[in-house]
C-alpha cells in the first residue's frame, strides 16, 4: 500500500460547485418485523458529486453492504428518497432499472458472486456491450473493444476466449470486473471491499486502475471498506458509518487529522501504525 500516492489535488478543487449525481434524505433500511426488527441503515444523508471519490468506512454490520445495496437498486429503501442526478430516482419498472445501470455499476468482495460461472468471459464481456446498447457493432468492433477493456486492467483477452470464469485466479477476476467497468463506463461506480481477496501488490494495482478509470472517465467512485487508512489514501470524502448512521463527515484529511467522533477516534486507534506507516506529515 505504502507504494500509493495520495492525490489531493481534487479535495483543492471545490467539491461542492460540482454536480451532484447521487443523494440520499433520510434513507433508511428496516429488516424484519416486531422483535426480530433490524435497522441496518438509519436515516442517513449524503450527497456523492462528479467524480468524487468518497469511501464509506464502518465496522463489520455497521450497515455498508445494505446501503451498497439499496444505492443500486438491488433492494428497496424502506423510508427516505434517493435522488439520481438531482431527480427522485426512478427504478420502479424492469425499464427503468436497466437504464438506471447503464449509469451506475458495483465491483463486489467476492468477484466469484459478479459472475455467471456458465457464461465463458467473452459473453459475460459482449453483455457488457449489449446494455450499452452496443449489440449490433461489427464484430470486429466489439472485438477492439474487449480487448481494450482487457489489456487496460493488464490481461489479455485471447487467452481469456473460451475459459470460464472459475478458470481464472481471483486477482484475474477482479480484474476482469474492472475491464467490464472499463466497457460500461458508468457515471458511478460502487466498490464493496474490492480489494480484500487479493494480495498487497494486485490491491494497489486494482486501486490504481479504478483511480485511472474515474479520471478517464470521470466515475464517481464509493468505496466500501472496514480499513480507515485505504479510504484516507484513496477518496476526497469520507462518510463513517455506525450501527447504521453516519457518525462523521468530511473531507479525508480533516477525518484523520482532526476526527471529532468517539467512533472514528476509535477505528484511528486501531490501525496503530497509520501514522508511521502513511507518513501523514508529508500532507
Ligand atoms: N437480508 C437481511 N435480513 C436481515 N438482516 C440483515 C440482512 N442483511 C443485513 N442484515 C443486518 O443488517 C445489519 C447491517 O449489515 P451489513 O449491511 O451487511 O453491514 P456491513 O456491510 O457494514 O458489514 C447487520 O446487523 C445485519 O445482520
Ligand atoms: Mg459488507
Known sequence: MSELVKNN???????SKRPSVLRGDKVTK????????TIAVNQVDFNFREREVVSIVG??????????????GLIGVTDGVVYYKDAVRD????????????????????????FNIFSKIDSLLLDCIALMGGKKLPPEKKYEMMSEACSFVNLKYDELTNKYPFELSGGQMQRLMIARVFLMTPKILIADEPTSMVDACSRATILDMLMKLRDEVGMTIIFITHDIGLAYYVSDTVYIMERG??????????IILNPQ????????SDVPKIHEEWDLSTV
Open 9 to 15: 489535488e481534487l479535495v483543492r478543487e471545490d467539491l
Open 245 to 254: 448512521k453516519f457518525v462523521e463527515v468530511g473531507t479525508a484529511e480533516d
Open 59 to 72: 465496522e463489520s454490520g455497521s450497515g455498508k453492504t445494505t446501503l451498497a445495496k439499496m444505492l443500486l
Open 30 to 37: 428496516v429488516f424484519g418485523y416486531g422483535n426480530s426488527k
Open 261 to 268: 467522533a468517539e467512533y472514528t477516534k476509535r477505528l484511528i
Open 91 to 114: 427504478i420502479t419498472s424492469h425499464k427503468k432499472k436497466k437504464e438506471y445501470w447503464r449509469g451506475i455499476q458495483a465491483v463486489f468482495q467476492d468477484p466469484f458472486s459478479a
